[in-house]
């Protein structure tokens, strides 16, 4: 029996993405009931009698070879989805507590919606950034995106500082299809700042996913005793004390979170903390089924 | 300010300590790096900061704790002038309650001269009363409570003691020293003459120290007192027995007084003595009737003098029968049997009874039925008696050794098993015989007895005498007398024989007493005395007799003792006059009478030029402030110090208890 939730510890032990992808991915999908609404779009929805006019390409050969009838085969969407994901690779998405960085866990994340687009047929394309767009792979269903999807994705190393507003600007003029955005960050930014800044992306008819992935460790920090702490981006140093780190950090990064929720709810903007010890494909499984209640 | 023990200050080198692993905790706090700090904000400084402040607190805690330390152990003082301590003067009265104080009604007077001293003190002056007889006792503490002053005065009342102004002005001294304060003593008392040390030196008070003496006797009263009794402790002849008391007439004109001897309250004989003007005279009684075991007796006068406690002196005497005494010889050889028990029959108190046994009948007697036992000259005993021998005296017996040819043939002593070292002949050429030329007076077998260097050895078979006391020696150095412990028991070697052919000791009148006391000795006869005086000791327990209890009857015939006393103390005072009866470990019943010591009889005061200077020397001005204007005294810092450790220490506790919670509560 396949496992259901996948330790991401251990797929930090698979070697090649592909694997990873492949591992979550078949995970889930076999966790899942059948439903026609799952997935991204391009989904079977039903055949229609075929009427004068109406393009030939989408007659089902197969069944006016069985019945001599012309039957068109009709899609939910009209045209392809085009998966488009954010992958956050900032100095700051290298930290870790347990052993898998917060960049580590990105990277499964985006291998597995990159191959589950894939399966769907979808175009799927990739955008790394920092504070600029290091690495840009344009949307496409071409044979072989999937490989180069998940070399960008491996390529991508943590290192200077979050700007969301430059790579979303450039974002913009790359972006010519609507089509799902998937942002893949630590946001350590402020919530105003980030919903502003991808809110634009929205107006244009894209559906937005802000994937918040973040370390157990950022959540609700452990000190034992007075510690200097050294930020990951700026290299600026702190001697925090265990106090403020059981009591006001705690309450400072829950209403930074719940902000970030309620700004994202309020600009039509899905919103998914992933702290990085949750098995990915459980994790997936429940943004999925949320995702299909509300479509 | 300074230190008594400066070379303490090294510790403060200890202080490196927790700075070093201060500065070791601090950089062991490595920087770890963390995603943003855009949570962090400049307002957790203060809480740092707080923790900062807290971890220095905690090192100044420790830093103060070793330092303190350091400090208290240096002894640190501060000089400090007099006058300040004498700001808390103490008035101190000092009431003698010595058994001359029985006389008449000085008690009374001594104890309303004391109120009155301490009724015409200011009411916010603090006073202390003491009693004086051989030591000093602080009845109250310092103290302005008129009514305990007064109760404290009333409840004195005369000892059997003596009283000693030298031990007086010892702890008065010490007082003083020891309290810094200035004392105005007070001493009342009826100013014994016998009352003073021997040196005016020993009188002396201290510069802090101010004399007033009160006394309540001016004058030298008469007195008659039974000053001593000379009588045996032992009794195996009551017709033999002398009792020999003297009567002492002091600071009055002679007279004539009646003296009876006295037996378990019954007057056995009474004589009249004629006292001459601050005299003695002696009474001698010629026998001591009295029934068998012990027997409270006194000698007593009739004086009607101001002081009745001094005129009868008590003793305790024990009729027994003359213990057993085995004299082995050879059977061939009676001549020293024959010097042997004349000489013992005419001591003046026979105390043993002679059992002759020739070498060979030896076997036949018990060598543990013999307190004393005597080897004449033998040259073989039977086996099984010299190994009963051996094993008698290690458990506490006593043997008297004498050799002479037939030792000699022998080679070693018997039971001693020392090896002798020659049979020497003196020369007929030469010196023809030899001489004692030291003589020991102080041992017991010797004191009494005089005439040792007329006495002539022709020959003697010396040992060696490692191990042993010489207590007479040859004039060639060879030793002739000497006193050996074995096991419990004690051995006393005689290097010549009694038979008067190697010597002519037993012709000598020295031989007699010498023959008694040296038995008496050996026996344990001396170690018993018919009285004591108050404050003399007697010895419980020996070392073979630890743990086991012994009882003390006093003279109320109540335990003198408590059950711990009983199983532990060592000795035991006797605090008063009368009859004590001890019942020692192994059913060894003693009676002791003791008796005041009769220089409280004298009743003859100092002389007042003496108590006018002793009151002079004593004027509490100390010379050294006269001279510099102030004297400065140390004062010691040490408990200030040391109350200081604890604060720090708390504070220690308190701090570092804060730190570690965190830790623990994370956890």
Request: charged share 25%.
């Amino acid at each position: 029996m396949l496992q259901r939730f996948l330790d991401p510890k251990i797929l930090a032990s698979i070697s090649g993405l592909d694997l990873v992808a492949k591992t979550v991915v078949d995970g889930f999908v076999a966790g899942l009931h059948r439903s026609p609404d799952f997935g991204f779009s391009q989904e079977f929805a039903e055949y229609r009698a075929y009427t004068p006019g109406d393009d030939l390409r989408h007659v089902d050969w197969n069944v006016f070879a069985r019945t001599e009838r012309c039957y068109l085969k009709r899609y939910r969407g009209e045209t392809n989805t085009q998966l488009t994901l954010m992958l956050d690779a900032s100095a700051s998405m290298g930290y870790t507590s347990h052993g898998i960085t917060k960049l580590d866990y990105a990277r499964f994340l985006a291998a597995s919606l990159c191959h589950l687009a894939g399966q769907q047929r979808d175009a799927a394309g990739l955008i790394v950034f920092d504070d600029e767009i290091r690495q840009y792979v344009r949307p496409s269903t071409r044979q072989g995106q999937l490989s180069r999807l998940l070399h960008a994705i491996n390529e991508a190393e943590a290192r200077a500082r979050t700007d969301f507003a430059k790579p979303f600007l450039h974002f913009q003029q790359f972006l010519r299809r609507r089509g799902i955005v998937g942002v893949i960050s630590d946001l350590f930014e402020r919530p105003e700042t980030v919903i502003k800044t991808v809110e634009p992306l929205r107006f244009r008819g894209n559906e937005l996913i802000l994937f918040h992935v973040l370390d157990p460790e950022e959540i609700s920090p452990r000190l034992g005793e007075p510690a200097i702490l050294v930020d990951m981006e700026t290299g600026r140093r702190l001697e925090v004390s265990p106090e403020y780190a059981r009591t006001e950090y705690k309450r400072r990064i829950e209403d930074h979170l719940r902000e970030l929720r309620e700004r994202a709810l309020a600009a039509g903007v899905d919103y998914f903390l992933l702290p990085t010890d949750r098995p990915l494909d459980a994790a997936l499984r429940e943004y999925l089924t949320i995702r299909q209640g509300r479509m | 300010m300074g230190f008594f023990a400066p070379w303490f200050l090294a510790g403060l080198a200890a202080v490196a300590i927790p700075i070093y692993f201060h500065l070791l905790r601090q950089q062991l706090a490595n920087p770890r790096p963390f995603s943003s700090l855009m949570f962090f904000e400049r307002s957790t400084q203060s809480s740092i900061r707080h923790r900062r402040l807290r971890y220095l607190a905690l090192l100044a805690a420790r830093l103060a704790l070793l330092i303190l330390l350091a400090l208290a152990f240096a002894g640190p003082y501060v000089l400090r002038p007099v006058a300040s301590a004498s700001e808390r003067s103490l008035l101190l009265v000092v009431v003698d309650r010595s058994f001359s104080m029985r006389a008449a009604d000085r008690m009374e007077r001594a104890r309303q001269e004391a109120l009155a001293v301490l009724g015409a003190r200011p009411a916010a002056a603090l006073a202390q009363v003491a009693a004086l007889d051989a030591q000093l006792h602080l009845l109250t503490e310092p103290t302005t409570n008129a009514a305990e002053l007064s109760a404290a005065v009333r409840s004195i009342e005369p000892t059997d003691e003596r009283s000693s102004f030298g031990e007086l002005a010892r702890a008065v001294r010490a007082q003083a020293d020891s309290s810094g304060a200035a004392i105005e003593l007070h001493l009342v008392s009826d100013m014994q003459r016998t009352s003073m040390p021997p040196g005016f030196a020993d009188l002396a008070l201290g510069s802090r120290v101010r004399l007033r003496l009160h006394p309540v006797a001016e004058t030298a009263e008469p007195n008659f007192a039974v000053e001593s009794v000379m009588a045996p402790a032992s009794i195996f002849d009551p017709a033999k027995a002398r009792v020999q008391a003297t009567i002492s007439g002091l600071n009055g004109p002679g007279a004539r007084r009646t003296v009876s001897l006295v037996a378990a309250g019954k007057v056995l004989e009474t004589q009249t003595v004629e006292v001459p003007e601050n005299g003695r005279a002696t009474v001698e009684f010629r026998s001591l009737p009295v029934p068998y075991g012990f027997t409270r007796c006194e000698v007593r006068i009739d004086s009607a003098d101001r002081l009745p406690g001094d005129d009868r002196f008590q003793f305790a005497v024990e009729r027994a029968d003359p213990r057993p005494l085995l004299f082995v010889h050879e059977a061939r050889e009676s001549r020293s049997l024959l010097y042997f028990r004349s000489a013992l029959e005419s001591a003046q108190t026979p105390a043993f009874r002679l059992q002759p046994a020739s070498a060979d009948q030896a076997a036949s007697f018990d060598p543990a039925r013999f307190p004393v036992i005597v080897l004449s000259d033998v040259e073989a005993l039977p086996g099984a008696f010299e190994q009963k021998l051996k094993q008698h005296i290690r458990d506490g017996g006593a043997l008297l050794i004498a050799g002479g040819p037939a030792t000699a043939r022998r080679g070693r002593l018997p039971v001693l098993e020392e090896k002798i070292l020659a049979s020497r002949y003196a020369a007929r050429t030469g010196e023809r015989f030899q001489t004692a030329s030291a003589v020991d007076p102080a041992h017991p077998s010797l004191r009494l007895a005089a005439g040792w260097e007329a006495v002539k050895f022709f020959q003697v078979v010396p040992i060696e005498a490692a191990g042993g006391r010489v207590i007479a020696r040859l004039a060639d150095g060879t030793p002739l007398i000497i006193d050996r412990a074995f096991g419990e028991g004690r051995v006393i070697y005689f290097a010549s024989s009694f038979d008067n052919i190697a010597n002519d000791f037993p012709l000598h009148p020295s031989f007699v007493p010498f023959v008694e006391q040296t038995v008496n000795s050996l026996g344990r006869l001396q170690q018993r005395t018919s009285s004591l005086v108050v404050g003399s000791f007697v010895e419980l327990r020996s070392s073979a007799e630890q743990g086991q209890a012994v009882e003390v009857i006093g003279p109320e015939s109540s335990r003198a003792l408590s059950l711990e006393e009983a199983a532990r103390a060592q000795t035991f005072q006797f605090v008063r006059e009368g009859f004590y009866e001890l019942r020692r470990a192994s059913n060894r019943n003693e009676m002791i009478a003791v008796n005041a010591d009769r220089r409280e009889s004298d009743l003859a005061p100092v002389p007042q030029e003496t108590l006018a200077l002793w009151e002079n020397t004593a004027e509490g001005k100390p010379e050294a402030s006269q001279a510099a204007g102030a004297t400065r005294q140390p004062w010691n810092l040490w408990w200030y110090l040391m109350l200081l450790v604890a604060a720090a220490a708390l504070l220690e506790s308190f701090v570092a208890a804060r730190y570690l919670s965190i830790e623990r509560e994370v956890a």
